[in-house]
C-alpha cells in the first residue's frame, strides 16, 4: 500500500503533525513524502530520518509563498503520476483546504480532523469527533486516493533516526497562480497553540479583578492575560482565550481555542477564568489534562476537568507560577 504525507511547513518551519502522517503510514507500506519550496530543503533529510521511503520535493521558488492553487495543481499532479492509494495531511489550515481542493481535483472524498485510523483490507476506516465532540463516528472514503487530514498529536510522532538517508526526487511545480503574496502579520504567540503540549488559556473572568476597582476592562484584561503569559512562559507554553475575550479584543483572534477557533490536545491546558461553553469545551476534548480556575463553584468547565480550583485567577495563577518556578528551577 502507497501512501502521500503532505509535510506542511512555513518558511522551513514544519508543523510537527507532519511527522505523525509518516509515522501513521509507515503501518501500511511505502511512505512518500513531498515537500514544496526551496525553504523546505532542509526537511527533505528530516522526512526521511522520521521513515519516508521517497521524498519528492520542488524548490520553485514560486513556491515559497503559500498559495492554495498553485500548491494543488502541483500535488495533484504527483498524485495522478504516482497513484498512491491513500494521502494524509496534518489538519492544520493549509492542510484542510488543500486537500478539500484536491479531493475535488481527483475526484475524491476527504476525511476531515481524524483521530484514529484502521486498515481493513485496503480501506481507510476513520475515527472523528462530531456534534462539536461529544459523539464520535467512524467513516470511510470509497474515493480513490483516499484522502484524510489527521488531528496534530492524536497519534504518536514516530522515533527519528538519523542514519535513515536519501535524496530528494525532484519534481516541477505545475500550473500559474492568481494570488500573489503582499506580506505577513507576525503572530505575537510564541509556541502554536496546536503544537503546544501546554496552554494557559483566559476567558471572561481576566476582565474581573476586585484589586483593580476603577480601572477600564481593558486594562484589567491586560494584567490578567499578562499573568497568564508568564505561567505559561514558565511551563513552555502557549496561550489560548476563549471567544468572549477575542471578540472583545483583548487579545489577538490566533490565541483563540473554541468551536470557531483552534482544536487543540495538549498534555496539559489550564483554564482560567472560562466559564466553559459548550463552543469551547469542543475545542479542548482532546487535551489530555484540564484544571479549571474560576471563581463560580458551578461553572461548567469543572464538569470537563480533572482539577478545579475555586478562587481569584488574579490569585491563583501567580500563586501557581511562584510553584512551578521553584519546582523547576527557573
Same mark, same amino acid.
Not at 503569559?229 to 511551563?235: F, K, R
Not at 483554564?271 to 458551578?298: F, M, T, W, Y
Given at each position: ?22 509515522? =501513521?503510514? @509507515? ?26 521511503? #521517497? ?29 498512491? /492509494?491513500?494521502?494524509?495531511?496534518? &489538519? ?18 476527504? !476525511? ?10 485496503? !480501506? ?7 456534534? #462539536? ?7 470511510? +472514503? %470509497?474515493? %480513490?486516493?483516499?484522502?484524510? &487530514? ?40 510564541? =509556541? ?29 484584561? @491586560? ?11 514558565? !511551563? ?19 490565541? *483563540?481555542?473554541?468551536? &470557531?477557533?483552534?482544536? =487543540?490536545?495538549?498534555? !496539559?491546558?489550564?483554564? +482560567? ?5 459548550? *463552543? ?15 471563581? /463560580? ?6 464538569? =470537563? ?6 478562587? /481569584?485567577?488574579? *490569585? ?15
Amino acid at each position: 500500500m502507497k501512501t502521500l504525507v503532505y509535510i506542511d511547513h512555513f518558511k522551513g518551519e514544519v508543523q510537527p503533525a507532519s511527522w505523525e502522517a509518516i509515522g =501513521v503510514a @509507515r503501518n501500511w507500506g511505502t511512505v512518500q513524502a513531498v515537500i514544496l519550496g526551496a525553504s523546505g530543503e532542509k526537511l527533505v533529510k528530516q522526512a526521511y530520518e522520521y521513515g519516508a521511503d #521517497e521524498v519528492f520535493f520542488c524548490d520553485d521558488s514560486s513556491l515559497d509563498d503559500y498559495r492554495a492553487d498553485l500548491f494543488a495543481s502541483t500535488l495533484g499532479a504527483l498524485a495522478t503520476a504516482q497513484s498512491p /492509494d491513500v494521502i494524509l495531511f496534518p &489538519t492544520t489550515t493549509r492542510g484542510r483546504e488543500l486537500a478539500a481542493i484536491l479531493a475535488v481535483d481527483l475526484n475524491s472524498g476527504v !476525511l476531515a480532523d481524524v483521530t484514529a485510523l484502521e486498515l481493513e483490507g485496503t !480501506l481507510l476506516v476513520a475515527t472523528r469527533p462530531i456534534y #462539536e465532540g461529544k459523539l464520535f463516528e467512524k467513516v470511510v +472514503c %470509497r474515493g %480513490r486516493p483516499q484522502i484524510a &487530514t489527521l488531528r496534530p498529536r492524536a497519534f504518536p510522532r514516530p522515533p527519528r533516526d538519523e542514519s535513515r538517508n536519501g535524496s530528494a526526487i525532484r519534481i516541477e511545480k505545475q500550473g500559474e497562480s492568481a494570488i500573489q503574496v503582499e506580506g505577513y502579520a507576525v503572530s505575537e504567540s510564541r =509556541v502554536s497553540l496546536t503544537d503546544a503540549g501546554v496552554i494557559v488559556a483566559g476567558g471572561r473572568g481576566v476582565t474581573n479583578n476586585p484589586a483593580m476597582a476603577g480601572a477600564d476592562e481593558a486594562t484589567i484584561a @491586560r494584567k490578567g492575560f499578562e499573568l497568564i503569559g508568564e505561567l505559561a512562559s514558565v !511551563l513552555g507554553g502557549a496561550v489560548g482565550a476563549s471567544r468572549a475575550v477575542v471578540d472583545a479584543g483583548y487579545i489577538p483572534y490566533s490565541h *483563540q481555542v473554541g468551536q &470557531t477557533g483552534k482544536t =487543540v490536545a495538549p498534555d !496539559l491546558y489550564i483554564a +482560567c477564568g472560562i466559564s466553559g461553553a459548550i *463552543q469551547h469545551i469542543s475545542g479542548i476534548r482532546g487535551a489530555k489534562l484540564v484544571v479549571a480556575i474560576n471563581k /463560580d463553584p458551578e461553572a461548567p468547565i469543572f464538569k =470537563v476537568a480533572r482539577y478545579g480550583v475555586v478562587g /481569584d485567577l488574579f *490569585q491563583v495563577v501567580p500563586a501557581l507560577t511562584e510553584a512551578f518556578r521553584k519546582r523547576l528551577g527557573k
